[in-house]
């Protein structure tokens, strides 16, 4: 599939009203993996990013070039469109503009913006702070001026519902909207009222995007239910580190109690089921191929 198609294909999509359910991935391996099981697009999650390549929370210590990195890699692997946490454009409306051009280069078919100060730190974290709304009109306008293809799409994030009230961040999603947003986030909502007022605010406007964090400050609720409520986009964008990290703890301890692999058997690939799932057969049928048409 080319780069145009996956773009295209993903705004068009959008404007279906229907779910895109976008499971949180942090590389090609995850990536694969969540295209075998059938999802319709993939969410590059900067927090799992920091947990996994780093052992690091989500409080900025992630670069664009970390980021872009993992795009190109995942890119390669899979065709899925692919939603990108952005962050803060790691800088201000000129650094944005340059990671903008990166993550699209790489292969990016939409990337959300927010509105926190750098260093930033997790949506689901307390002590946030933000920029002036101004400045985040601002970026969003540097954004729209750097990327070199139409069907990017532009998701506008407000953390300000933990910084100045839920009415205050109301106010910069209408804000990001008239600036050229192509979706609405607004981070963090506390309870099903208040996911509902963003709902009847802006629904009928442009699309919204839902974040469902195990433990944390919003309502965990289905795919079916926020298609019901509304909803156009939900990601799990954690979901997937957090599996991963309590079965490395279950392993390790395993492994160092009774010195063999073999009580955790159960729960592991063995070699042959591995090596299925990435297709090396395949692979090297196909370098046999190669080297057969080169000798002769």
């Known amino acids: 599939m080319t780069a145009e198609r996956v773009l295209g294909g993903f705004k068009s999509r959008l404007a279906q009203d229907r779910l895109i359910l976008a499971p949180g991935v942090y590389d090609a391996f995850g990536a694969m993996f969540a295209e075998k099981a059938g999802f319709e697009a993939l969410y590059l999650s900067g927090a799992s990013i920091a947990y996994t390549r780093l052992g690091r929370p989500d409080i900025g210590f992630v670069t664009a070039t970390e980021v872009a990195e993992e795009i190109t890699l995942i890119r390669e692997r899979v065709d899925l469109p692919l939603i990108v946490d952005t962050d803060t454009g790691f800088g201000n409306a000129m650094n944005l503009q ?35 709304t101004g400045e985040m009109v601002g970026k969003i306008k540097a954004w729209k001026d750097a ?117 955790f058997r159960k729960n592991m690939f063995d070699f042959d089921q591995l090596n299925d799932a990435l297709q090396t057969r395949k692979i090297l049928q196909d370098a046999k191929a190669y080297d057969e048409a080169v000798n002769g």
Do not use: W
Request: net charge negative.
């Open 147 to 263: 990327v070199q293809n139409a069907d990017t799409v532009l998701i506008a994030r407000t953390d300000a519902i933990a910084v100045e009230g839920y009415e205050a961040a109301l106010d910069r999603a209408e804000r990001y909207l008239e600036a050229g947003a192509d979706v609405l986030f607004v981070e963090a909502p506390r309870t099903e009222v208040e996911m509902q007022g963003v709902l009847d605010r802006f629904r009928d406007r442009i699309p919204l995007f839902a974040n469902m964090v195990e433990g944390g400050k919003t309502p965990l609720k289905s795919a079916e239910e926020l298609q019901a409520m509304g909803y156009r986009i939900a990601i799990f964008p954690g979901g997937l580190a957090r599996a991963v990290a309590k079965t490395m703890q279950g392993y390790f301890a395993s492994l160092k109690e009774f010195g063999t692999t073999e009580p």
């Open 98 to 132: 340059r990671t903008a051009r990166m993550f699209e280069r790489a292969g990016a078919n939409a990337m959300q913006l927010e509105d926190q100060v750098t260093p930033k730190r997790c949506g689901h974290l307390d002590g946030k702070g933000l920029v002036g």
